[in-house]
C-alpha cells in the first residue's frame, strides 16, 4: 500500500513485473526493480504476487517472481 | 466490462490505480480518475479491487481505493 | 448471513443482482433492493460481491453493484 | 457486465446455468443459452465461471461449462 | 457436478439455498433440500459454498450451510 | 499496509472487526474505529474484507462492513 | 454475520480459533467454542474457515477445524 | 500441514482424493483414506478442499469430498 | 464431478496435467488427456484449472491449458 | 509464464488486455494480441483472466476474454 | 497448522502479525516473531499471508510479511 | 509454466510437494526437489503454493514450502 501519511493527494498506478534471480527470491525482486528503474521514478511499494522458478537437474536454475509495483503518478 | 454492444471491435487495455479521498470511497475512485485522465483517453468503466484507508487518532484519515480500469485502445 | 437467533427453522434462498446510481455506491444497492421488493417479499441481508461502473468524459458515470440478496422461503 | 451505457437505469439478475456440448466450449456456452431463452428475454450477457468435462475412453465426451447470465428485470 | 454421463443433453440451473439444523451440518444440507423439493423437481447435485453457525452461551445453537444445488431444466 | 518510510522498525498486529450504520458504508467503517480506539492505540490502516447489511421492508436497514485494522504493538 | 436485527449498534471483533475432535467436524468446532467461552462473552457466531485432520494408520486420528468467530465488544 | 516437530528432514507429498459415503462428510472422508491406505504409507495429514453430494428425490444420496492427503516420501 | 449416480462406491484420484495445442483450447485438452491414457485407465472427468499460451511474431503459437483430471481407484 | 531456460537474465512486464471476438474464445485472444503487436514487440505469454461476453436475441454476440499479456523488458 | 500429533486436545488461536526486516523475507518473519514472543507463550506454527515491501531509490528498503501465527491456548 | 518454446508437443504433469529447512524458504525449495529429483526426471518448473513453518521459543525452527512441480511426461 502506498504510504498513506505523507502522500495523501497522490494518485498511483500499479505495474505488473516479473523478475528472476539464480541466487534468492529477494535477489528476483531486487533484480525487476533494478530494470524498471531505469523508465520509472517514484516506485514506492511491491507486493509479491508469485514466486515460480525453472529446474535444470534437479535443482532451482533460477527463481522468478511476479510483482506488483505502485508509484506515484507526477503532477 | 467494456460496453460489449456498441464497441464490439475494440481491444481494451486495463490499468491499475489507486486514488485517495479524505471525504469517501466514491471521492477516492473519482481523484483517481481525474488524474488518469489527464493522460488517458477514452476510459470506459472501473472496477473496485480494494478497499483501504489510513487511520489517524481513532479515525479515518483517507480511504484508498484501488481501481482496475478499462479504455479503448484506439485504431 | 439470515438473522440466525429468531429465524432458525426458515430456509433461505439466495438471488443475485445488479443495481446501478449515478450518486453512490449506497444509492446503487438501495436502487437494486427496491426493484427486487416488486416480486421477492422477506428479503433479509445483502452482501457486496462486486462494485464497478462506467465512465464518461474520465468521470464516474453510474456505479454498478452486484449483490447476493437472501430471503426467507415461505413455509 | 451488463452494457452500462444504456441501459443505465436498469436493475439486473443473474441467473447460474451449466451448458453441455460434445463439440466445443463456445457450443456448451450457446447450447445452455439456447435452453434459458425459452423462458427468459433480455439476457444482456455472460461469463464463464467453471469449464469441465466428461471424459469415455481416455477422449473428452462432453465438455460442461458454468455460466453466470445477466438480464434486465423488466419495469 | 451434473452427472455428465446420462444427462449428457440437459441444461442445469444451479440455485443458492442456506439451510440450517441445530443437529449438525448433515442436518442443514437436508433441511435446505427438503424445503427446495417441494418446489424444485430433479435436483441432481449440491455443492456447499460455506459452513457457518450461531452460538448461544458458549455452544453451537444452529449450524448454517450455504449450498449450490443443480437441477435438471426440464424439455 | 504499514506506512513502511517512517515506522521500519515497528510490528504490526492486526485485528478484525465488524462495525455497522444505518446511514452508509464510511459510517460503518468509522463506527468500528471509534469503538476499537476506546482500547486500541496506534491505529494505523484498514483493509475492507466484506460488504454486507441487513434489509428490513425491502430497503437497507444497517450497512455492516468488516475491517482488518493494523496497529502498532509498543516497544 | 452478526444478527443485524437485534444488535444494530455493537461492533464486533472477529477471532480466529483452531478445534479439535477425534468423533466429528461438529465436536472440533463445539471444542472449539468451549475453550474460548472460558474467556469470551457474548460469541454470537462463527465461519468454518478449513476443515483439516490429522492420520494415524490409515485412518482419521482428529478433525482439526479453523473458525472465525465474531463476539460483541460490550460498551 | 505435516508434523513439523518431529518430522522435519522428510519431504511430503500430496496427493488429492475424492471420497463418498451416503452417511456423513466424516463418513466419506474415511473411505477416501482407507482405499488409499491400501498402496500409500505414512499417510500424516488431509485437508478438505470441497464437499458436494449427489441427490436423489429431493435428498442427500452421497456425500463427496475431495481431500489433500500429505504422506512422507521414504528415504 | 465423479458421476455419483453409478459410482458411489468408489474413490477417485485427481491427476493435474498440462497439455498444449497450436490449434486451439479444445486440442490442448484433448492431446492432455491422449497422453494420459497411455497409462490411466478409467479417466471420468476434467476441469480446466487455467488457460494460458505462448506468444510468436505476435500471436499465438500454442494453447496450453492445465487440467485436473479424475479417475477411479480400482478395487 | 516466460520462457524460464532462454531468457533468464530478462525482466518482464505484464499487460492486461481485453480481447473479442463473434466466433471463438480463440479468436479473442487472437484480435487482442493482434492489435497489441502493433505497439508492443517481444510479447512472450498470455494467461486468460476471464472469459465472458454479450448475448443478442439469446444467442452470443461476441466472446470477450481477459488476457495477462508478458513481454520482455528490452535493455 | 498446529501439530497434530502431541496436541490434539489443544485449541489454538491464530494471530495475524506484520514484521518488518531491512535484509530478507526471513528476517522480516523473525522479526515479528522476536516481538511477539514477548508477550505470547508458545507459538507454535506460522502461514505467510503476503510478502510486501518498500522501495526507496529504486531499490528494496524493507520487506514487510503479513503473518498468520497459531499458539496454544493454555488450560 | 513449462517452457512453450522449446517443448510444445510435450504433455506435463504437475505434482505437489511440501519441503523444509532451518535455514530459508530457498532452503526448504531445494531440499523438495533433491528428494524428488530421486525417482522423478524431466522436471522442469515449480511454484509456490504456501509458505508456513513451525516456531520453537518464539524463533522459526523450520520454514516449509509448498510447491507444485511440472516433470515433462516422456514419450
Redesign the interface.
Known sequence: ??????M?????????????S?E???GA?????????KTIRD??????V??????E????????V?L???FT?EE
Open positions: 500500500m502506498p504510504d498513506t501519511t505523507e495523501k493527494d497522490h494518485v498511483y498506478k500499479i505495474l505488473e513485473l516479473v523478475g528472476s539464480e534468492s527470491i529477494e525482486i531486487q533484480n525487476a526493480l533494478i530494470r524498471a528503474a516506485m514506492k511499494w511491491f507486493e509479491v508469485q514466486t515460480r522458478g525453472h529446474i537437474n534437479g535443482s532451482v536454475r533460477h527463481y522468478q511476479t506488483r509495483v505502485g503518478l
